[in-house]
Structures are given as structure tokens and as C-alpha cells.
């Protein structure tokens, strides 16, 4: 027998009613770790004061121990100083600037889909921070998470509940189909509204902002508001001799079990699409493939149709009704839109690259591009 093999349990699906939430909150007091909504994706929660609960996250999702987790803090919070004074953060060693700013986005932004990297206080476990000396601090508005995190009055640790290097789950059910068997409770809050993982910033010495991952918060709304970003890091891949600052940026991520092929319809003729499909799948040109298609511009739709009746013995199936044009839509369906198309019987996902830079476009066009990488 394994004794380092993780319990197994009936996973139940809670409704968030009091009940509920006294539920996952007696588990958590108690060690065990529950799955929450957040208004971006469901997150695996555990204490963050507590090792064994830690450990037992990375576990949990497969996660390698040098992925650094979110802590999550309740509405009370309001700014560095609160942060500070309960120990999450050490002020101290910040710059004049970094301060400052990271003050005015989270008066800004706070509840909401940004997570903010500052430096580790004494209270958060050098396990939660895979052994650094940053954390990464978010406060999320779902109301249900809301209530639990002020009945506990302590912070949570949650990544996305997912195993690693899959699709966030953005419903209950989602999560179930995920960890199922290994977490005791999903408290079910509805779909998430935003639908993608939250912004991440580091704020430099000098008060620009580093984006580690796009999210949520979309980039041209911090422009707008009049933040600054820092030019060195944004473009740059991971690489070995360049620190990891977000493992979330590994260039694979959010992978389909099916091949996801992302293509840009205008640069791509039918026939080398076909070649291209071909290749990707190793068939031959007599094969009959089924094809789930994700697209996001109704201006392509012509193009796709042409497509469509140049292959008139292969299967296509449209998992893309209700999004065309509408990044907050698109955003939010995206993950939902991948799941249903990777448990169709279809041989390959593909997808039709996002071109806007605006709202939350980049964040969609990021998490496909990672997804193609297989
Ligand atoms: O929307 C979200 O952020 C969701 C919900 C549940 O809150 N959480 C989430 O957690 O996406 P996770 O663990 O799946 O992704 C956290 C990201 C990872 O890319 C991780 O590498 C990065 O944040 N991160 C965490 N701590 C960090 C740190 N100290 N420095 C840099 N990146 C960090
Ligand atoms: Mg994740």
C-alpha cells in the first residue's frame, strides 16, 4: 500500500447556502481542502497557515512545488497597510513608487480579477511562495467566497482547481470532472462571470507594472487609467537562464486531451488548411475527419462557410453560438467552449485566432496559443 497516496472521497456538491458554507468552512478549519467560485475560475482552497494543508494542494493538483500559490483575502482588507499589519506582506520593502502604486490599483481593482505580487510577510509560509521571497495576493468579489472568507477570518490559499497544465474549470461540474474524488467539497456558485484566471502585476521600483499573466483585468483598461508598464519583461518568454517570475507563463498550459490547431483565417487558404490538418492529425487525404471549430469574428464566417463546402465529406462541428464578437463573452464561454468541443467525438479542435488587442481579447488569444502548444 501507498501511504503517501491521497485520500479518496465521495465529492460532494454543495449548494451555497449557510449550510454550505459552514460545511467547507469546518473542513477547512480542519485541514481539508475545498473547492470555491471565484468571479474568474473555481479555486482548490486550503489554509495558508498551514504546511500540511499546502503540500496537500500541489498534491492535490499534480502541481509542481516550485508554482508559487495565490492567497486569497476577505473584503476587509483595503490596502498595503491592512495587508502588512495581518502579516501577508512585509511593506518594508517596497520603494516609495511600488507602494504608491500598488496602493492605487487596489483601491481601484480590489475585489476583482487582479492578483498583485509583493513582498512575502511573515505570516505566509515560504511553501505557499515555492520558496520565494514574493507572494501573490488576490481578493476576489464572488459573494459566496466573500462570506466564507469572513466567516474564517483567515486567508486561503487557492490555485485554479484544476489538475495541472489542464483547463481552469470555470463551473462546479467543471471541477468535478477535474478532482473528483480527491477534494470532499465543491461549494457550486453558478458559472464564474469573467471565465479566465485573474491579471497578474508585479509593480517595478519605479512604479511601472511587469504583467506575468494576462487575465481578467484587461491591460488596456491599466493604460487607460494612466499606469505605466515596465518595457523589459513584458515580451519576453520564460527561458532557462531568464527567471520564471509567473510559471503560469510556461508556453504550455490549458492543454485539450484533442489537438488544438489555432489559425488565422484571412493568412490560411482551405487547401492549406486541409495540408495543415492533415499534417497535424497524420491522415491521409481520403480520411473523413470530424472537426470542432471555435471561432470568434462574424466578418470570417464567409470564410469558414467556403471551407466548409470545399470538404464536404469531413464533419464539422460549431461549438461557438453565442460569442462572435463580444470579448467578455468569448472570454467567459472560452474554457466551458474548449471542454464540451475536447469531449465531443470530434479528432481536432480548431480555433479561430482572436486579432483585437482590446478589452479581453489578448487574455483569449493567450490561453489559445498556450493550448495549441501540445
Ligand atoms: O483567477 C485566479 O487567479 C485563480 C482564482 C482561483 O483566484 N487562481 C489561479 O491560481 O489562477 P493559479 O495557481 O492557477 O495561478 C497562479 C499564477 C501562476 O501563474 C503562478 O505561477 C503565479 O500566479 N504566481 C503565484 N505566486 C507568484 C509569485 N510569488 N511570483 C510570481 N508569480 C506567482
Ligand atoms: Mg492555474
Known sequence: MNLHAPPRFTTEIAPPTEEGIAKAKDLLLSGQLVAVPTETVYGLAGLSEQDQTLRHIFETKGRPQTNPLIIHVHKKIRSLDDLSDSGIINQKLMSQDAFSVANQLIQLYWPGPLTLILPKGRAISSVA??????????????????????????????????????????????????????????????????????????????????????????????????????????KSPPSENHPLLAPGQ??????????????????????????????????????????????????????????????????????????????????????????????SDADLILVERPLSKASLWPAVLDRLSRASRQ
Open 129 to 234: 511562495t515555492a520558496g520565494g521571497e514574493t507572494v501573490a495576493v488576490r481578493q476576489s468579489s464572488h459573494p459566496i467566497f466573500q462570506k466564507l472568507l469572513i466567516s474564517l477570518d483567515k486567508p486561503l490559499a487557492a490555485p485554479s482547481a484544476n489538475r495541472t497544465n489542464r483547463i481552469s474549470p470555470t463551473s462546479a461540474q467543471d471541477v468535478f470532472d477535474e478532482l473528483g474524488g480527491k477534494i470532499p467539497l465543491i461549494i457550486d456558485g453558478g458559472t464564474c462571470a469573467v471565465g479566465l484566471e485573474s491579471t497578474v502585476i508585479q509593480v517595478d521600483a519605479n512604479g511601472s507594472l511587469i504583467e506575468l499573466r494576462s487575465g481578467g483585468l484587461p491591460t488596456d483598461v491599466l493604460l487607460r487609467q494612466g499606469f505605466r508598464f515596465s518595457k523589459s519583461i513584458l
Open 250 to 343: 510556461l508556453p504550455i498550459h490549458y492543454s485539450p486531451e484533442k489537438p488544438l490547431l489555432l489559425i488565422f483565417p484571412p493568412e490560411i487558404t482551405p487547401q492549406n488548411l486541409k495540408s495543415l490538418i492533415e499534417k497535424k492529425l497524420s491522415i491521409s487525404i481520403t480520411s473523413k475527419p470530424k472537426i470542432a471549430t471555435i471561432r470568434f469574428h462574424s466578418e470570417m464566417v464567409e470564410w469558414w462557410e467556403k471551407t466548409h463546402s470545399l470538404m464536404p465529406q469531413w464533419t464539422w462541428i460549431n461549438f461557438d453560438a453565442s460569442i462572435l464578437n463580444d470579448p467578455l463573452v468569448a472570454a467567459k464561454e472560452l474554457f466551458s467552449l474548449m471542454r464540451a468541443a475536447d469531449r
